[in-house]
């Protein structure tokens, strides 16, 4: 039996930096190490944060996360992404339970399928249809395919350390990979129109797709918007040889710009890879295409055991009718630029060098002189052991129910921990 | 708008073979052809199917359909699989909805997971750790990345015809997929121990695994239980190279052996990828392995999204107990007994050559003669104007909420519609 918390919730978030509870977290750290390997796996392995972050969260609500010791914490990853109106949020949550009433997974699509797929073709600016899976790595893999179906070419271009996923064409580790996965894969610099025009001349006429994502949000540098220099070059590569122009959207899909990151940069995809955010949580992912990657797309045969489940399309078309209606990207925007400037002050004020970059919505921190993460991962763990979970590394997320209030209480507690880190490293 | 059906009800189930309604479901596909593909993707296509089936579903409960026109269809495809207790199942739809009120998606899993895996290594024979995943192609391409890693080897033995998912390395369809996808795939013949060991000796002292369904579930072609010898023959070459056996129990676990589906066969596999039926319709997927795999797991990166969502889990947990403590396997294989004891006795009644295979939870109904399914169309088409949801060429499924009266009332349906295909094909 599992040992959730019954009811006792504490004040991590108090004003002092006394470490929490954490008797929960410890004994589920150990019980896993027997039946997981290396007792957790990827993106949400806690073993590759300081040891103040707590590995198992026992409830979420609004921008709040409770932990398995019930030690609470206003939250800056939104489950590193999919939350995107607020944990639990009732209009979604209404719309599924509505949904989950009638059925789910059943011998077909429900009519929401079609429902949603006529709301992204109306939201998108370059789609002209859909289709849906579970997983980013399902819709960037799918766009990948439908690419070269529809050239009868092979090479794909991809950004030197971006993310795509995490099956052998695209995982950060090599382990288990074999070259031949790789075979088609070039590289190029993300912003650097340069290397992008040598990683064609190198695909020559072998080139079915640039992959790009909606802006450099790689781990562990600064972030980089899109330049336009380069997503119009990579436009005019695509447009003068016939491949596809695929925007990987799925970390930054709507919380940029609804009809898609590109499109304030006067660019349009052919191809976009969505998830994480479109259902604020619920397990779904999207391709959208253009007229001219249709046959393609009806070509492949890709398909999974629950990707045309119903409660998760109602959550879709629930979550991006109000974000579209409600202005939650500008209202994330904002809170965003709030808590930017109040690190930059509180960051002067303290002497610490701070870099700030990536989109206000989607903020990474990282310090000066700290390659090897120790004022990072020392700021973050006192924010966390005061309530506030900021990462050390990662691109952060805001969402809609963030309100001036939480970034507020979010910078008395990133005072404390400047303070922390002006005493440790001067 | 979708235009769901305000509360009608069809008694499509009735006697005659008069055609049910079908605007709505005939609107929805008109309305999905400007929007999807082809109108549809993947498994759940309807365009593969005779006109009689329906696409769209409006409700699902117990063993029954409703599509989007509120015609009722007695169930044996279930959802293709992951329905195992019921469309709706009253207990794991309560644990779901208990673990929804605390939180699904978080920065980390909840302590469910860890239970999860704990109830897995209890239950399944050979597991020692599992790790968990959306897609049923997400576990398979886990287990080969996996066996890779741990053997520093790369060939994979795939039987003939097999389906193992619908990415690239196994899609049935070879659009959009290049040679380097498959360079390190090599066939063998199900259940055939000599080509399986001529494929071991081709694949030399590069091969990291043997890849085998639970058994063989082709479709278009009758289906065959694994033999103990050609299950054996695998084992042995895996144990003399170190490969990994893979059991992808995707399409049949828990519906032959909770403790896995070569469990009555008395051969473990190192690694077996599990989704469909794990959590009653929930999207999940897992793998689990043996403690000489367990490295090789911790090593190779993979992740997705929505892989730690807690509700899935609840659902999971809800399910295998369930399954376990209810007596859901026998009940499910005794149904399906029922029906095919009825089917061969209506079918010699009626003159006509029916064939069935698989094991009788998973059956699969082909006519003799019918090379080009005109009488498996027909049959299926007339049972499904009566209302009974019965499939001309791929194995079908029956669940624990299958009933006497539900068999019995799907053999009025079936008795009629040799009938048809006596008069039709004499």
Chains 1, 2 share one sequence.
Not at 278 to 301: C, H, K, M, P, Q
Request: glycine share 10%.
């Amino acid at each position: 039996m599992s040992a959730l918390p019954q009811g006792q919730q504490n004040e991590a978030g108090g004003s002092g930096s006394e470490a929490p509870p954490r008797d929960q977290d410890r004994a589920l750290r150990e019980r896993a190490r027997k039946v997981i390997p290396g007792g957790m796996w990827g993106h949400m392995n806690a073993a590759r944060l300081p040891a103040a972050f707590p590995q198992f969260f026992w409830r979420a609500e609004g921008c709040r996360l409770w932990d398995a010791d019930g030690n609470e914490y206003l939250d800056f990853m939104c489950g590193f992404g999919p939350m995107v109106l607020g944990y639990r949020d009732p209009d979604v949550d209404a719309a599924a339970a509505a949904q989950a009433r009638l059925g789910d997974i059943m011998n077909g699509p429900s009519p929401l399928l079609v429902e949603l797929a006529e709301l992204l073709v109306g939201t998108v600016a370059h789609a002209d249809w859909a289709l849906f899976s579970k997983n980013g790595t399902d819709a960037t893999t799918t766009c990948v395919t439908i690419a070269r179906a529809a050239t009868r070419r092979r090479k794909i271009l991809v950004a030197r350390g971006s993310y795509h996923g995490a099956v052998p064409w695209c995982t950060p580790s090599l382990a288990g990979v074999t070259a031949e996965d790789r075979a088609h894969i070039l590289h190029y610099d993300y912003n650097d129109p340069d290397s992008l025009e040598a990683a064609a001349q190198e695909a020559g006429d072998d080139l079915a797709a640039i992959l790009a994502t909606a802006f450099r949000h790689d781990a562990r540098r600064d972030q980089e918007l899109a330049a336009p220099a380069f997503a119009r070059k990579a436009r005019a590569l695509c447009d003068a040889s016939g491949a596809a122009l695929v925007l990987d959207d799925v970390r930054a899909g709507f919380r940029l710009d609804i009809a898609g990151s590109w499109e304030p940069l006067g660019v349009r995809p052919d191809l976009s890879a969505w998830s994480k955010a479109i259902a604020n949580g619920y397990a779904l992912a999207a391709v959208t295409g253009s007229d001219a990657f249709r046959a393609a797309a009806s070509e492949i045969f890709v398909t999974g055991s629950f990707w045309c489940t119903a409660v998760a399309m109602a959550a879709a078309i629930a979550t991006i009718g109000k974000l579209r209606d409600g202005g939650g990207i500008a209202q994330m925007a904002a809170m965003g630029q709030r808590l930017r400037d109040g690190l930059a002050a509180q960051a002067a004020a303290h002497g610490v060098g701070l870099r700030q970059s990536g989109p206000a919505q989607m903020p990474l921190i990282l310090f000066e002189g700290d390659s090897d993460f120790e004022r990072g991962n020392l700021f973050t763990s006192e924010t966390v052991r005061r309530g506030v979970y900021l990462h050390p590394w990662h691109n952060m997320f805001l969402s809609a129910a963030h309100r001036p209030a939480d970034i507020d209480r979010a910078l008395e507690a990133t005072d404390a921990a400047f303070a922390a880190v002006a005493a440790r490293f001067g």
